[in-house]
């Protein structure tokens, strides 16, 4: 299986408030495959989102290298980034704060179809199918995003992400503002949607019981390195790191 996102020695330094630099990443290096789901685990501060910032070209490392389909990640507009963000997508944590508030749920999905050359009637229709591959009723194209939950909210925004059909979904805490019957529905769309499609899941989670239900695989993160990594049940089973072992019981 050729990795389809393989990062390379990330670094991040970022200059903290009072002037000193913060080392939010360091030395990280991981593949990620086609169909897999990587879990990225660790406490709140050890790096997680700077990674996913990172592997998205929302940031640019200090030092070392994303590659994404075999080409490298540069954190630019154009034809580079629209190549870009055909391949990868990403589901935030707070799905309502990811629409805009004054565009229908239709119209956010539409337009990112738009942005890729697709016509208005014709991205219309293609958001309806998405929110209704999402489990939501077509008819939710015209709500707007204060119309509903926070987990059909959250489903139009996997909608609108799987929209450039992605072979990687970045999904940042994507469930971690959800209540548990949303946060299970959630869960288990990506876990279908994953096995319809081949696609690769990079899973950033405080939380080692969902990362045990949904990862292949798990990198746990500690003051931004990796201190451990492996198949998810080994990591679990046989933790190594006192770090990791704390993670285990404070969930499982
Ligand atoms: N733009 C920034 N400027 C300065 N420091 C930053 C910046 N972004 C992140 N940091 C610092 O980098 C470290 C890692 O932050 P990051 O958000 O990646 O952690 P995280 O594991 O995703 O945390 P959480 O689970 O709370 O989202 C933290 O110490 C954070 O304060």
Not at 34 to 60: H, I, N, P, Q, Y
Not at 63 to 79: F, K, N, Y
Not at 116 to 138: H, I, M, N, S
Not at 139 to 149: C, E, G, L, W
């Amino acid at each position: 299986m050729s990795p389809v996102v393989i990062a390379r020695d990330l670094r991040r330094v970022f200059a903290g408030p009072d002037g000193a630099a913060v080392t939010a990443v360091d030395g990280v290096s991981f593949q990620l495959g086609a169909g897999e789901c990587l879990g990225l685990v660790g406490a709140s501060g050890s790096g997680k989102s700077t990674v996913a910032a990172l592997v998205m070209g929302f940031d640019r490392p200090t030092a070392g290298s994303v590659q994404v389909h075999g080409r490298e990640v540069r954190c630019d507009r154009g034809s580079a980034a629209r190549w870009h963000y055909r391949h990868i997508q990403m589901v935030f944590q707070q799905p309502q704060a990811s629409f805009d508030p004054r565009r229908t749920l239709g119209r956010g999905i539409a337009e990112s179809l738009m942005n890729a050359g697709v016509a208005a009637p014709a991205a219309r229709e293609r958001a309806e199918e998405l929110l209704t591959r999402c489990g939501l009723p077509a008819a939710f194209a015209d709500r707007y995003p204060h119309q509903v939950s926070g987990g059909q909210c959250q489903r139009a925004a996997i909608a609108r992400a799987l929209a450039s059909e992605p072979s990687v979904l970045v999904c940042d805490e994507a469930t971690s503002a959800l209540d548990m019957t949303a946060q299970s529905q959630v869960m288990e769309l990506l876990a279908d949607i994953r096995g319809q499609r081949q696609l690769a899941l990079l899973f950033i989670s405080h939380d080692m019981a969902l990362v045990q239900q949904m990862c292949d695989r798990v990198l746990v993160m500690s003051d931004g390195r990796i201190v451990e990594e492996g198949p998810t049940a080994h990591v679990i089973g046989n933790p190594q790191h006192p770090y990791t072992q704390s993670l285990i019981d404070a969930v499982l």
